[in-house]
Structures are given as C-alpha cells and as structure tokens.
C-alpha cells in the first residue's frame, strides 16, 4: 500500500515534472507507468492501445498541474484518467479485448490464487465480465483499497465491496471449475 509520505512525494516529483524537471517526470513514470499500463491493458487488451492510453494519461497529469489543479492524490488520479481514457478508447474501437498472455504475480499471501501460475490466471480471468477484471486489477496490481476503487470507478464504497468480492469469489469459481476438469 502507498503511505501518505509516497503519495506526498508523488504530488512533488508531478509538481516538478510540470515544471520542466525531467528527472522528476523519469521517476513518477518509474513509480506508476507498470500499474497505469497494466490496467490500460487489462481494459484495451492490446500492447500498442495500452501504451497509448497510458501515455496520454502522463501527458494529462502535466497539462493539468501546469493549469494549477490541485491533484490530491496522483495514484487514484492517474487510475481514473487510466480507465476512462481506456474505456473510451475500446468504445472508439468497439471489440471486445483480451488478456495479456500472461500476468505479472500477485503479492505473496496464503490465498491459493496467489500462487497459481499466470497461464491458468489469464484463463479465469478471461471468463469474468469486464468490471470485475478492472477491480481485481485496482485491488491486487495498484494496491488500492475498497474506498480508493470506489473514488476511481465512480462508485459508492459498499458497492466497490461488494463488487471486489464478488469479482473474487467468481475468480475462485472460475479457478475451482477448471481444477476439476483439468489433468493432475
């Protein structure tokens, strides 16, 4: 999970980037563009269209913070403008998307999804509508909790929990259905 003193120091490097800093602008892409492109990717399902949308993205958070807008928290910031600038791209586009092949994994915790290899992953995660994909992605790749996927989705925040569980809990379905159908 990001602390207040990371998300502080976020704002600053956003700051100083808008400013002409290139160092600072290099170091905030360090720090966010692997969760800002993973989730453009899980949303658009295509390397070209992810890179894309995670660029404009960046290029957004610059214009805005050279127009004087206060950005309280760049992580979910950048999320929101990730998702809708993604979503409104697949709506241009107009097909449905798919997972990258393989995953990167999930912290290391006693829940058995978390060590099942990222081939079997990608194939549950394909079965699970959009929405849940996009809120396993805030929860395990971005680290956010309930109440931040509920400010990014737009959502109240019982809704995003519940919405995480059930996205968890269909994963877990989807996992247990190919468990028994597959070879030992």
């Known amino acids: 999970m990001i602390t207040p003193l990371e998300s502080e120091h976020q704002k ?5 980037w808008a400013r002409g800093n290139r160092e600072s602008g290099e170091e905030l892409l360090r720090q966010m563009l692997p969760g800002i492109y993973g989730l453009c990717y899980r949303i658009l399902g295509r390397d070209a269209d992810a890179q894309d949308a995670a660029q404009e993205t960046f290029a957004r958070m610059c214009a805005e913070i050279r127009k004087g807008t206060e950005i309280r928290d760049v992580r979910k910031w950048a999320a929101t403008v990730a998702m809708n600038r993604s979503i409104d791209m697949k709506r241009v586009r107009g097909r ?3 997972l990258e092949p393989e995953l990167a994994p999930a912290a290391e915790t006693a829940d058995p999804l978390d060590r099942i290899d990222g081939e079997n992953l990608r194939k549950w995660m394909e079965k699970l509508p959009e ?4 809120v ?9 909790k309930p109440q931040e996927i509920a400010e990014v989705m737009k959502l109240e925040a019982g809704t995003a929990r519940v ?4 996205a968890i809990a269909a994963l877990r379905k989807a996992a247990g259905q190919e468990k ?3 070879e030992p």
């Open 12 to 16: 600053v490097l956003l700051r100083n």
């Open 96 to 98: 449905e998307v798919e």
């Open 131 to 134: 929405r849940y994909r996009v």
């Open 136 to 144: 396993l992605h805030h929860h395990f790749y971005m680290d956010m």
């Open 163 to 166: 919405l995480l569980h059930r």
């Open 180 to 182: 028994g159908t597959t």
